[in-house]
């Protein structure tokens, strides 16, 4: 059967468990679980139960997960076009559609029992929330609809440092806005960085990424924009007094580094550059975090 008409079909095809991992976009979700663990440690003094931690990062990652299945049957079409997703376990056929429907709504549902019966309502609901921001708005729509899509979506992918923080506290605080917040300006970098490397592609899917829709040289404008706002927003943690100098130095540290890759991506606009940046910005985000945690106990 040729991989079209496979593509196509209504069964599933010579699937492996590991295919099914592959739906979930596990190394996102492990990030997205990186960033909700640190938001649930900042939010107490000392450490938050062991309970919340288990079942608040098991519920959010199964929703996290379950997300990620269902961006994969919608844009299966997509990602038949563009070599970076053309193998993917829906776009190839292997898994059928319908199969990973069954398998984003066991996820769903999981998760939220997990969160509403171990964690509490207000999380549930704003994960779920996230859920249909990614799946629904985001890839549903957003993504076909105008360049600025990942600035928009891209707040779905924001939401786990509020809902690790959430899980533990049953509120929403300020500083958990500020993690928030951090994530949402990092988005347009991180992702434009790849949108410049695989600009052909998106342009063959005809999906109006930014570089697509504008060039190269006012996305990279714009990443050195949003580099900058990063920058000075991953100062508000220090600034309002929940992170110390230890912080403060991380950041800026990371922070400037990120600034220099997006100035030599303007000046140079080379592919390689932007392949770099785009790798560097999920670095920059798992330091930026870890950071936090590790002033957040030895704060001077
Ligand atoms: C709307 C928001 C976002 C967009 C459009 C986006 C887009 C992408 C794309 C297209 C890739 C490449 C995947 C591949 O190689 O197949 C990627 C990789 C990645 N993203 Fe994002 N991303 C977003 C938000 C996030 C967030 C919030 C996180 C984590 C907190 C994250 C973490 C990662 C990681 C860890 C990878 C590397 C995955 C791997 O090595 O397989 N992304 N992102
Ligand atoms: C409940 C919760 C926290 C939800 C968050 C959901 C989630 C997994 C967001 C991931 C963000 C991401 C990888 C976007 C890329 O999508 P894309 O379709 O543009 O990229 P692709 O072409 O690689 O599929």
Redesign the pocket.
Known sequence: MSQQAKALSYKSENVSWRDFLELT????????I??SVIGMLLAVPDLPGWRVLLFGNLGIALLAGAAAVVNHVVDQKIDTIMA??RKRPVATGRIAPVDALLFAISLALGGMLVLVWQVNTLTAWLTLASLVG?AGV?TLFL?RATPQ???I??????M?PLLGWTSVTGQVDGHALLLVLI?FA??PP??WA??IH?KEEYAEAGIPMLPVTHGNRYTELHILLYTLMLLAVSLLPFVTGMSGYLYLAGALVLGLRFLHYAVRLLRGDDRRVALAT?KY??SY??ALFVVLLVDHYLSF
């Open positions: 976009k596990p190394r996102v979700v492990a990030l997205m990186l960033t970076r997703t990614y985001y993504k899509n990942i600035v979506g891209g707040l779905a992918g924001a786990p994530i990092w988005t991180h992702f790849l949108a695989r785009f910005s999920i985000l798992m």
